[in-house]
């Protein structure tokens, strides 16, 4: 296991080659690739969200990360893609589905009546 310091953090670059091979394997996107398209942009967007919470690697690291590769970034692009991942999601139905492998805090939740006065939640 290989440990990179990053500016004032250390991640786990093995971990995040992993991921970043999976994420690869599972969407068929290259992150080394410039494109600009939406579509593009919101894998990208979800790429560096799934860097920063399973791979807990902050946008620094994200960007040390990419240049290894030959990809350049800067550290605003990545945070603002990031930001922006809630409207991919709801504007991009695979990377709703995409999003919804990794991460499970946007499932939809299933509301059936059970009286008048309360409801009953079921998550899938």
Not at 3 to 31: P, Q, S
């Amino acid at each position: 296991q290989i440990w990179v310091m990053c500016k004032f953090k250390e991640y786990d670059k093995d971990l995040a080659i992993k991921l970043n091979k999976e994420f690869l394997k599972r969407t068929g996107f290259d992150f080394r690739v410039k494109n600009r398209e939406p579509l593009q942009a919101g894998l990208r967007s979800l790429l560096y969200s799934v860097f920063r919470r399973n791979g807990d690697m902050n946008d620094r690291c994200i960007k040390d990360f990419f240049a290894e590769y030959g990809y350049t970034s800067n550290l605003s692009a990545i945070s603002v893609g990031r930001r922006k991942l809630d409207y991919y999601y709801k504007e991009f139905d695979l990377i709703r589905e995409f999003y919804d492998h990794y991460f499970k805090d946007k499932q939809k939740i299933w509301m059936h009546r059970v009286d008048y006065t309360c409801r009953l939640i079921i998550k899938p």
